[in-house]
């Protein structure tokens, strides 16, 4: 990826006034703010009976500074597209984000202390239910990681520049995403990404590997191109000084490196172990000695009026018209790899839609994605072998409008998985592709094969799982998957290394939750269903059987999930037998996707029978690795055969 070469607008915390602060603002004593924000983040977990106010306390002058100095944010408005980004990644920590909502006038005293409860929008981890959170943090290691999407579009992309401030906590900068975070930020030189360590040496269970050693964690950093500041963080004036000097750097990001003390300013909870994750044991001498109540308000700086023309230009010479994108045409009995038709399809549809923005993870040449960065070399982000970045970066890209498409081989992509599932909590729209799917990628072996991905995507809450079986429907997918915005969540689209045969019109449709009846009659004894590589399997087995006498149906099921209950449902009353084949594990596919259909207690269950890959394959031919898997032609016949015969 080249380097951002966008010309830097005048940066928040020196436009308005020195200090950073706004120039109408009135004297804020930032020591009794950051006390407010520690007896409100004590009285919420007490009044819930849980939560993690420790946790909280020690990050009470980072956050208090932040918001009072720093931050840009119009809370009336929150998709203002100047609007900085607060991600707080140690998510646990959210009764004090919600102690600096109710600080700013967001929300009401009432409503923080409805904090953990039924139908409260204050969860335990913070969630875009709220409309000033952009995504659910908690599960640690993912703030920074989706920052670093935030702040690779604002400097490749965005047309009003804005920071991305994260708070995280010392135990999650072991986590290995957090490591491939600071490696693209720091070689992408993101400036306007601000790191805030809360360094309280204590993690869960007892200490964190390097305590208070704020040395071990500057090396680290500085390892991977960043700027370090070291500072006491309970010093408002110190954090506010760091502040400023990471407001100053331009030619890479910035970590603050706080000292902090957990459960700081109550002595019983003060640095001591085994108080995480606890309300504190006397929450009402704690606000005593924490100075008692306060009503502090605090006015945060409203980023400048959004630009005439907010949205991204095309790129090319074509001008966007509205119109749907020129997708690729084949010739109908040509042999044509899916992920092909996936490459081709995307550039007409970044072609037709400035937002769509493609990741890869170093892949580009197998997946196709080369296609799009040549054709649209700006919307194009390489995040090298680094599949956690690359799917967090994207849901950090969505935030700000953006439609991405991320792409790996499909067994790779399940290295970010748990980013996945924290989309999904996230609320997130994102776009993943996985080629080189199954046994059918041949001798690369087991090592690249995704065997199982059918099956994580599905459990995935809200996604769409798609697995096309030629270019036609390849390329229409992928523009489906661009164009719907009712489409909620996490989208998988599935594709081939090997060529199938086209065997679909260019004009044909595919709607999620649909299949395609691609042979049928009035005598069919047997439904072969079918995705992907095994649909020309199981039509060639069709062909086969009809030669012995034997009718049978093909079923095209092409969208995994919502699947299309409806025509499976005909297809059982119809045949009364239904054999389902696929490349991947037999756990968790496109079995069970149709099995699911049958389970609502109204319809009865038909005899089924599920081909899959039962076996650990090796190296071979792709046909030898079908037959080798019973996948095939002939075993599907075979199976047809012996499930006719059961009767």
């Not at 407010?36 to 956050?63: C, F, I, K, N, Y």
């Amino acid at each position: 990826m080249t380097h951002s070469t966008r010309p830097r607008a005048a940066d928040n915390g020196t436009a308005d006034a020195p200090g950073g602060a706004p120039a109408d603002a009135p004297d804020l004593d930032l020591h009794e703010l950051a006390q407010q924000l520690r007896v409100d983040s004590v009285r919420a977990a007490a009044e819930a009976g849980s939560g993690h106010p420790t946790s909280s306390m020690s990050a009470a002058e980072l956050m208090a500074v932040l918001i009072a100095r720093q931050l840009r944010y119009d809370f009336s408005e929150p998709q203002h597209p100047g609007n900085d980004h607060l991600v707080l990644s140690k998510g646990h920590a959210s009764p004090l984000l919600y102690a600096a909502y109710k600080a700013v006038g967001a929300i009401t005293d009432e409503e923080l202390l409805t904090f953990r409860k039924r139908h409260s929008r204050l969860e335990g981890h913070p969630t875009p239910r709220l409309p000033w959170v952009d995504v659910a943090t908690g599960s640690l290691g993912q703030g920074l990681p989706i920052a670093v999407g935030m702040a690779l579009a604002e400097a490749r992309l965005a047309e009003q520049p804005y920071r991305t401030w994260v708070v995280c906590g010392d135990s999650e900068m072991a986590e290995g995403s957090v490591t491939e975070a600071l490696e693209q930020a720091g070689y992408d030189r993101l400036d306007r990404l601000t790191l805030i360590v809360d360094v309280n040496r204590l993690g869960q269970r007892g200490p964190t590997r390097y305590g208070w050693d704020l040395d071990a964690y500057a090396r680290r950093l500085e390892a991977h191109d960043w700027h370090t500041v070291q500072v006491d963080g309970h010093d408002p004036d110190a954090v506010d000084a760091a502040y400023r000097e990471a407001v100053a750097v331009t030619d890479r990001p910035t970590a603050i490196l706080a000292r902090t003390v957990k459960g700081q300013g109550v002595a019983a909870v003060a640095d001591r172990e085994g108080k995480h994750g606890k309300p504190l044991p006397d929450a009402h001498s704690a606000v005593a000695e924490l100075g008692g109540r306060r009503n502090l308000r605090v006015t945060v700086r409203t980023p400048d009026a959004p630009p005439a023309q907010a949205a991204p230009a095309a790129s090319g010479d074509a001008e966007p018209d509205g119109s749907a994108p020129r997708l690729p045409v084949y010739e109908r009995g040509a042999r044509v790899a899916t992920r092909d038709a996936f490459g081709e399809a995307l550039v007409a549809v970044g072609e037709a839609h400035p937002e769509v923005v493609v990741l890869d993870g170093e892949v580009g040449d197998s997946t196709r994605t080369r296609a799009f960065a040549e054709a649209h070399p700006e919307r194009f982000f390489e995040c090298y072998i680094a599949e956690q970045q690359l799917v967090a970066a994207a849901v950090g890209m969505q935030t700000r409008g953006w439609v991405p498409y991320a792409s790996s081989f499909g067994a790779f992509l399940e290295r970010g998985y748990e980013f996945v599932r924290m989309a999904a909590v996230s609320r997130a729209r994102i776009n993943l592709v996985g080629s080189h799917a199954g046994v059918a990628i041949g001798e690369d072996g087991p090592s690249q094969m995704a065997l199982e991905d059918l099956a994580a995507f599905r459990a995935v809450h809200g996604s769409t799982v798609l697995h096309p079986c030629d270019a036609h429907q390849t390329a229409r997918l992928v523009a489906t998957m661009a164009e719907s915005d009712w489409l909620g969540g996490v989208r998988y689209l599935r594709t081939l290394r090997g060529a199938t045969p086209v065997i679909y019109d260019p004009e044909e449709r595919f709607p999620i939750g649909g299949s395609k009846v691609l042979r049928s009659s009035d005598i069919d004894e047997v439904t072969l269903v079918a995705a992907g590589v095994t649909v020309p399997e199981a039509l060639l087995a069709a062909e086969a059987l009809a030669a012995d006498g034997i009718a049978a149906r093909v079923v095209d099921l092409y969208s995994v999930k919502p699947v299309d209950t409806a025509t499976l449902r005909e297809a059982a009353a119809r045949t009364g037998r239904l054999l389902t084949v696929e490349d991947h594990h037999p756990e968790g596919g496109l079995g069970d996707a149709v099995l699911d259909a049958f389970t609502d207690g109204r319809h009865a269950l038909p005899r089924l029978r599920r081909l899959a890959v039962r076996e650990l394959p090796g190296s071979a031919t792709p046909d030898e690795q079908l037959h080798d898997a019973g996948i095939d032609a002939e075993a599907i016949a075979g199976a047809a055969r012996e499930l006719i015969a059961s009767d």
